[in-house]
C-alpha cells in the first residue's frame, strides 16, 4: 500500500476531499468511532479485521472499502452489507482518462496528467488540510496530525535542499525510504522523489500501517 497511497492522495487532493491514515490498527475502531469515512482504502490483509469492526458497529451499509491486492482468506461477517470495490479496478477505470504521451517516461507523467485534468479549472487552497494521520504515542489518547497543501509543498523543498547538487535528479535516480508514508517526513521524501521525477523505493519499515494490535 505505498503507490497507492501516492495515488489516492493525489485524487482526493484534487478534489478537495480530506483522507485519514492511521499508523496501527490499533487505532481503527476508535477512529471508525469519532471519525466515520464515506470510503475506506485497506490492504487485503487487514479486509476480515476491518469488516468485523464495521458489522459489529452495525455501520455495514454506510461504508465503501477500496481493496488493494487480493485477499488471501475469506472475508469476515458483513461483506454482503458492505460495498468492496478492488483498487486495480479503479486504475482500470482511471486509465480510460486518457492515453498518456508516447514522449512521457515513469509514473510520474500518468500522476502529473491525471492531477492536471482533475484540477483544471479549480482552486486550491494552499492552507487546505488534505491528509491527516492518526497516531497513539506513550500518554494512549488517539491524535491526529494534519497536513496542509502548503506544509508538504515546503516539506519537498526542504528535502530537496538535502539532496546532491552536482547535477539534477531523473529517471535514472532513485529515493530510498525508510520512513512510514503515514508520517509527514515519509510523505515528503516521497513527494519529493515524485517532483523530480526519480524512482522511487522503500524499506519494509515504510510500511503505512502497522499491524502492532491489528488482524
Known amino acids: 500500500l505505498r503507490s497507492e497511497v501516492i495515488v489516492a492522495d493525489l485524487a482526493l487532493a484534487s478534489y478537495a476531499i480530506p483522507s485519514f491514515t492511521l499508523t496501527s490498527m490499533s487505532l481503527l475502531s476508535a477512529v471508525l468511532e469519532s471519525h466515520p469515512p464515506s470510503a475506506i482504502i485497506t490492504e487485503a490483509e487487514f479486509l476480515p479485521h476491518l469488516l468485523e469492526l464495521i458489522y459489529d458497529s452495525n455501520e455495514s451499509s454506510h461504508h465503501t472499502v477500496i481493496v488493494v491486492r487480493e485477499p488471501t482468506g475469506k472475508y469476515a461477517q458483513g461483506m454482503n452489507q458492505t460495498r468492496i470495490i478492488k483498487f486495480s479496478e479503479l486504475e482500470r477505470q482511471g486509465s480510460e482518462i486518457g492515453p498518456v504521451s508516447p514522449t512521457s517516461t515513469g509514473m510520474l507523467h500518468v500522476y502529473k496528467r491525471v492531477l492536471a485534468k482533475a484540477l483544471t479549472g479549480r482552486h486550491i487552497d494552499p492552507l487546505q488540510v488534505f491528509p491527516v494521520s492518526f497516531y497513539q504515542p506513550a500518554s494512549g489518547e488517539v491524535r491526529g496530525a494534519q497536513f496542509t497543501h502548503e506544509s508538504i509543498t515546503a516539506g519537498v523543498t526542504a528535502i530537496r535542499t538535502l539532496m546532491p547538487t552536482s547535477g539534477p535528479l531523473s529517471s535514472l535516480d ?42
Open 174 to 215: 532513485t529515493i530510498v525510504s525508510a520512513h512510514a508514508l503515514s508520517s509527514s517526513y515519509g510523505r515528503v521524501v516521497a513527494y519529493t522523489a515524485l517532483f523530480e521525477g526519480a524512482n522511487f523505493a522503500t524499506l519494509p519499515s515504510s510500511k503505512l500501517v502497522g499491524t502492532e494490535g491489528g488482524a
